[in-house]
């Protein structure tokens, strides 16, 4: 069992940058794949950026040069940077893992990121 607690949502003026953080109960990072994912109300939820067990880091075209996903492994915790935030980046965020072996995903609680004058 892994459990996934996300923070760093709120609300920030277009233009600006917020951090999100995804902490896990445990080191899972060897095995599991970690991503970010976002959705809108009514809408499917897309995957926004997402690191390999190896480091290999992946992003959707629109958040290309604005975002970036890295971990800490001593923190078992997940991040993503996010800048230039534009008002459609507005959704709530969720932390994944999966499992590369398995492909069984756990998820986190989301957090809500709103990008509004």
């Known amino acids: 069992q892994v459990q996934l607690v996300e923070s760093g949502g709120g609300l920030v003026q277009p233009g600006g940058s917020l951090r999100l953080s995804c902490a896990a109960s445990r080191n899972i990072f060897s095995i599991y794949t970690m991503g970010w994912y976002r959705q809108a109300p009514g809408k499917q939820r897309e995957l926004v950026a997402s690191?390999?067990?190896?480091?290999?880091?992946n992003y959707t075209d629109s958040v290309k040069g604005r975002f970036t996903i890295s971990r800490d492994n001593a923190k078992n915790t997940v991040y993503l940077q996010m800048n230039s935030l534009k008002s459609e980046d507005t959704d709530i965020y969720y932390c994944?893992?999966?499992?590369?072996?398995?492909?069984?995903?756990?998820w986190g609680q989301g957090t809500q990121v709103t990008v509004s004058s």
């Open positions: 690191m390999s067990t190896g480091g290999s880091t």
């Open positions: 994944n893992a999966k499992n590369f072996l398995t492909r069984y995903s756990y």
